[in-house]
């Protein structure tokens, strides 16, 4: 990330930081010795910013125009963009996007026993399926992931890649990417053994991951709130009732399905494990593009 501006800290940013990110610059406000600093993950948008900034203090409306006019960059240019700055939040709605639609949502069962935690086939109406150490001796160590790739309907897949279009982009627009790989990596294969052992292995989503983020992102704004993701606390209140609302049932009554509870909770615990060890050593893992 770049700095552009240093602005005194008693100094009310809230509009212009509203404002920024209505225009779809991603940026932070860090604080250091008593001054606010404005960082901006793409520096092609720094001297646009500058003379907003410049405008919004001398009194002028912010203008209500497109980012993209400003800097001559098209809808194209926009969407290179987030490859570039982006690429494992799009990797992972990619490959999503790839394994549910091979696996039929979960219908086609050939496809599908390739990707569950465990292998697996029918027996008449029973299910049968490998132990977790059948799997580790078999080699077959990509089953512990695969299953976060997986989804079974349509709302469980659009649910699940707008949360991780909103929560992963964040982390990787701060973060070296391969801090965001180990904590998917780590959410999604704990969330996943916790799932299976539970459940057994008729499973996916990344909804473990998911709420693996959301955890990490809420306890990481009180560790350091001068690097502040800024995701909205009722989040994380609305993340909890929903894994009340699941483990008690509720929620499958309501026709959403089985739901991946114990993957849910155990993504969450993950992510609230994972702030603290990152935060300690936070100054070795900023980005820097």
Request: glycine share 10%.
């Amino acid at each position: 990330m770049v700095k552009v501006l240093e602005i005194p800290g008693g100094e009310n940013l809230k509009e212009f930081a509203g404002y920024l990110w209505q225009r779809k610059i991603p940026h932070r406000i860090h604080f250091n010795q008593g001054q606010q600093e404005l960082w901006l993950a793409d520096p092609a948008y720094a001297d646009f910013v500058v003379d907003q900034y410049r405008r919004w203090k001398q009194g002028e409306a912010l203008e209500q125009v497109e980012v993209v006019q400003q800097n001559g960059v098209s809808t194209g240019d926009a969407f290179a963009f987030w490859l570039l700055h982006t690429p494992i939040t799009l990797a992972l709605i990619g490959i999503s996007l790839l394994l549910t639609l091979v696996t039929g949502f979960g219908e086609v069962l050939q496809w599908l026993h390739w990707f569950t935690f465990v292998d697996f086939n029918y027996q008449g109406n029973y299910l049968l399926y490998q132990s977790f150490e059948t799997m580790i001796s078999g080699g077959e160590w990509w089953r512990a992931v695969t299953p976060i790739f997986l989804h079974f309907s349509l709302l469980h897949l659009v649910f699940n890649l707008l949360w991780t279009w909103e929560l992963g982009r964040r982390l990787e627009l701060v973060y070296q990417r391969w801090l965001l790989i180990a904590l998917v990596l780590f959410m999604g294969v704990v969330s996943n053994i916790g799932q299976f052992l539970m459940t057994g292995p008729m499973f996916g989503g990344l909804s473990g991951v998911i709420f693996g983020m959301m955890g990490y992102t809420w306890l990481w704004d009180r560790l350091c709130p001068e690097r502040r993701f800024g995701m909205p606390p009722v989040l994380m209140t609305f993340m909890v009732i929903w894994l009340v609302l699941g483990v008690s049932g509720i929620l499958e009554s309501f026709g959403f399905g089985a739901i991946a509870n114990t993957a849910h909770l155990v993504g969450l615990l993950c992510g609230l494990a994972a702030a603290p060890v990152v935060y300690q050593f936070r100054e070795r893992l900023w980005r820097k593009l």
